[in-house]
């Protein structure tokens, strides 16, 4: 079982590379390209985890 600050760190360490995956799609195929927005959405996602998280706990 992981703990919560373990398991935000994941997050966060998930977050980051996420993020570097969408700049590079993003500045490929452009910002409002499927792939570079599919990302965005799952970044989304991830952050509001990371928020929500920190009103639970």
Do not use: N
């Not at 998930?14 to 792939?35: F, N, T």
Request: proline residues 4%.
């Amino acid at each position: 079982m992981t703990t919560p600050s373990t398991a935000i760190k994941k997050l966060h360490h998930d977050i980051d590379a996420l993020r570097k995956k969408m700049i590079s799609v993003g500045k490929r195929k452009g910002l409002s390209h499927p792939e570079t927005l599919m990302y965005s959405e799952e970044l989304d996602k991830l952050i509001y985890k990371v928020q929500r998280s920190k009103f639970i706990h």
